[in-house]
Every structure is written in C-alpha cells, then in structure tokens.
C-alpha cells in the first residue's frame, strides 16, 4: 500500500513538475521592432502605450486619417481597424496587413502583445491573454477615438484565433478578418507537449492542468468554437499551401460555420498561399475591401 501511494504520488509530482516547465516554456521568441510606420509609407503616426491586464503595457503605432483625407465630423465618423499579429512577432510584422487601407479614410491600430516586441513582460503567453490584449486595444480606441466609428478586427495566425475569441465575447465589434488561424489550438498544444517529450498517455491530464493555469478552456477559446459565437460578420483567408498551419484547419472551421448556419461568415482560399500570404492577401484586397464596405466598416 505504501508502494502505491509513493508511486501515486511520484507519477502527480512529475505531471505537475512537467506543467509547471510547460506554462513556462509558453513563451514566444522576442523580436524587436527595427523600423517603423514611416517605413511603409505611413509618416503620420504616434507611438501609444495600452493598459492591459496585471497593470501590464502595451507597445502599439496608432496612425490616424491623414489630414489630406479627414472630412468633417458630421460628414463622416472614422472606424478604425486593429492589425494584430501572430506569435513571436510585433506591431512592425503586421505592417504589410496595412499597406492595401492607406488613403482608405481609416484609422489603423497596431500593438505588441505582452512578451512581444516592446511591450510589458508576462508570465506566460497564451491565447487567452492574446484575446485579453486584444480586448485591452478595443477599449483604447473606444476612449481615445473622436466619433463613433466602427471597429473591425484584422489577425493573422494565433493572432486571428485571438481576435475571434475576443470579438465572440462581444457586441461592439463591426467585423473580423482571420487570416491563417489554426482550428483547435488543443492540438497544437499537444503537439508541442510531444515535442516537449511528454509521453502520450499524460497529454491530456497536462493539458488539463495547463487549463486550470491559464484559466480558461482551450476548447472555448478554438476558432472552430469561437466562428459560431461571432455577433458580428467574418472573412477567413488561408493559403493552400501555408507550411506551418495546415490548409485543412481552415476547411474545418468554414465546414462548421456552415453546418451551423452561423450568418456572416465568407471563406476565401488564397491559392499557392504560404503562412503569411502577403501577396495573395494583396491580389486580393479588393475583396478583403468589399467585405468591409458590405458591412458598413469602410466606406463606399
């Protein structure tokens, strides 16, 4: 009886231990911005700092409508669109995502995440916290904004899956675009405990606890769940041929908002498109703005 118990209590202990090393390891390579805006043709933009959880600090370019491009207030309100991006990367990464709404009459919103580029140090990463920071950029522009401009979400990667779960929670959202995102991020957190040398058999106990860290389930906050809670319209891209999440991960997601009828919801395939589809997503930007224009965010 003892025996057992010791072995209970070794085989939780090395669980527990492994978790532990595994929520700690959940942290994203650092990449400092290097250029800026300007860089990219956008010379009138201002650096801003975002409060996020944990009285933590967003690094983020807010670049307004251009003077040449601002009408009146009674003419016409502003919206404004978030470019959030994608694990290890920064506000600078997102960038191109922004080159197709220059002269747009748009304001544009580019942040790092906690443990991203210049912003604040976090404990750990997660798609929770990415959907918090997400969060925490939408509440700026609501208190910073003149007007009542709409907002809509741009992502890319785990930084779309970000903003679905976000915009699912709410109702202020006017649109999202998602683009590359993954269907359940519950595999790709096995994935990575195999890879950590996780034996099979403990996976799913592990990643119930990463659950319990975290605080959320990761099966709440999948794309493949989050696509059927969205108040609001949605546009997916994803390249046939992205090398890091699988083309089948965007059939799935647009065949369960279609079985579910979940309204608003277009998906596009970018053909011969890699993980971040820079020049697909160009070609085809005026659909990405019809989209937009459909649903009120841009103007005609």
């Known amino acids: 009886m003892t025996f057992f118990l ?3 209590f070794v085989i939780i202990l090395v669980i527990t231990v492994t978790s532990i090393r595994v929520f700690y390891g959940f942290k994203p390579p650092l990449n400092i911005e290097s250029g800026s805006p300007t860089d990219f043709g956008f010379p009138d933009y201002r650096t801003v700092w975002i409060p996020t959880k944990k009285n933590k600090k967003l690094f983020g370019w ?11 207030e009674e003419q016409y309100d502003a919206p404004t669109l978030i470019l959030v991006h994608g694990w290890g990367g920064n506000a600078e990464f997102a960038l191109p995502l922004a080159l197709p709404f220059k002269g747009k009459n748009v304001n544009l919103l580019l942040f ?5 580029g210049n912003s604040d140090k976090n404990v750990f990463s997660s798609l929770g916290t990415m959907a918090e920071d997400v969060d925490a950029a939408i509440d700026w522009v609501q208190s910073n904004q003149k007007g009542s401009g709409k907002i809509a979400l741009i992502g890319h990667s785990i930084g779309a899956a970000a903003v679905l779960y976000a915009a699912s929670r709410r109702n202020d959202i006017g649109a999202v675009v998602s683009l590359s995102t993954f269907a359940h991020i519950k595999k790709i957190v096995a994935g990575f ?5 996780v034996m099979q058999s403990h996976v ?8 319990w860290l975290v605080g959320h389930s990761l099966d709440e906050a999948a794309p493949v769940q989050t696509i059927t809670k ?17 083309f089948r991960d965007f059939e799935e997601i647009c065949k369960i908002a279609i079985e579910q009828n979940v309204p608003d919801i277009r998906c596009l395939t970018l053909e ?10 160009t070609a085809r930007s005026g659909e990405i703005m019809r989209f937009l224009q459909e649903h009120d965010i841009l103007p005609r």
């Open 204 to 211: 799913p106990t592990i990643i119930r606890l990463l659950e």
């Open 230 to 246: 969205l108040p609001c319209p949605a546009l997916l891209l994803h390249g046939t041929a992205d090398e890091t999440i699988s």
């Open 112 to 116: 790092d995440h906690r443990n991203h």
């Open 272 to 281: 011969g498109g890699v993980h971040f589809p820079i020049d697909e997503v």
């Open 6 to 8: 010791i072995l209970v």
């Open 193 to 197: 405990l195999r890879r950590f040398g």
């Open 62 to 72: 807010y670049i307004p409508v251009s003077p040449s491009e601002r009408v009146t």
